[in-house]
């Protein structure tokens, strides 16, 4: 009979601390990412900010670009701009512009959204290619086109009006007066930032469970309640950020009325605020105070977003708690 065998003691089994190496560096990968991404914000912008900043409080004209020395001035550049009356002019020029066009472009291109969604898959298609494709216009590009549709003598527009509308006068001048000038640069504007509205508020909307229209078609409610009442508050985040971005664009607008600018329309009763700062530091040398407007234009611009990202920090706290 075999001798018994004294029990093995039971295996400790020790932790490899590989795996915890592993967790601390899959931990700390997205604060490198971000800080990585953070530098090189800071690389592309910080410096123009800064050097922004410092010019606001400079004289510094055409001299201080051959070397002549900068002098320090203090609030006089703010001074100076905000007590001109042109300034507060091109300032009440800008908001009602940019208001009106982000108004109008967000309208429409929720619009376009929710046709959209209503489509068959091949429409859908067809309508997404062709705004892909106008979103991909190049700016100057398209510019050479609005500007022939609205020539005095040749242009489309003209030519349609003139048969159309009875009191509608002969080789009507769009670039001549600054309301029509405005009006053409609003609907260019609005005709290439659609595309990009209405992608982000397609997303948005295909995003909404088809079970809630059903329930609330079933509670009695019809098509625009349940568009306004049920559809628009659960797409409010993206709807905000629709219009602040909107807002954003087309407060710093330039591209566009200055080559319209360019092309004969009058300089003093068209310009907004991209093309004002143009003017004070391109055109006249005046860098100083052209920095303090691009100043007061970012506060502006800051104070816009104030809202959205209230609403960011308050959606985090509730996903948080």
């Known amino acids: 009979m075999a001798a018994p065998t004294a029990p093995t003691p039971p295996r400790t089994t020790r932790s490899s601390p590989r795996p915890a190496r592993r967790r601390d560096q899959g931990s700390r990968l997205p604060y490198a990412l971000l800080l990585g991404a953070t530098a090189v914000v800071l690389l592309a912008l910080g410096y123009p900010l800064v050097r922004q900043f410092v010019l606001a409080f400079q004289d510094y004209g055409l001299e201080q670009q051959f070397g002549a020395p900068a002098e320090f001035v203090g609030l006089d550049n703010f001074t100076t701009v ?12 800008s908001i009602v512009f940019c208001l009106v066009t982000a108004a109008v472009t967000i309208v429409v291109g929720v619009f376009v959204a929710v046709v959209m969604m209503r489509m068959s898959g091949w429409a859908r298609l067809l309508l997404q290619t062709v705004l892909l494709l106008v979103w991909a216009v190049p ?3 398209s510019l050479t086109v609005w500007q022939l549709l609205f020539d005095t003598r040749f242009g489309v527009v003209n030519w349609v009006l003139e048969r159309v509308v009875p009191w509608w006068p002969d080789d009507y001048n769009w670039l001549g007066q600054a309301t029509g000038m405005l009006t053409i640069a609003s609907i260019i504007i609005i005709w290439m930032s659609v595309p990009l509205v209405a992608f982000m508020a397609y997303a948005g909307l295909s995003q909404v469970p088809e079970e809630v229209h059903e329930a609330a078609e079933l509670d009695g409610a019809g098509v625009w309640a349940r ?16 219009g602040l971005l909107q807002i954003i664009w087309d407060l710093r607008v330039f591209t566009q009325i200055k080559i319209l600018q360019d092309a004969g329309a009058p300089l003093d009763d068209t310009d907004v605020l991209g093309t004002y700062i143009f003017r004070l530091g391109i055109g006249q040398g005046e860098f100083g105070m052209a920095a303090a407007t691009a100043t007061i234009v970012l506060g502006l611009t800051v104070l816009v977003t104030l809202p959205y990202v209230h609403q960011l920090f308050r959606n985090d706290r509730e996903v948080s708690s």
Request: hydrophobic content about 60%; aromatic content about 16%; proline content about 10%.
């Open 82 to 93: 905000l007590t001109d009356p042109y300034t507060w002019e091109v300032f009440a020029r």
């Open 139 to 141: 700016i100057v590009s």
């Open 227 to 242: 568009f306004f009442g049920v559809t628009v508050p659960m797409v409010a985040p993206v709807l905000l950020l629709i």
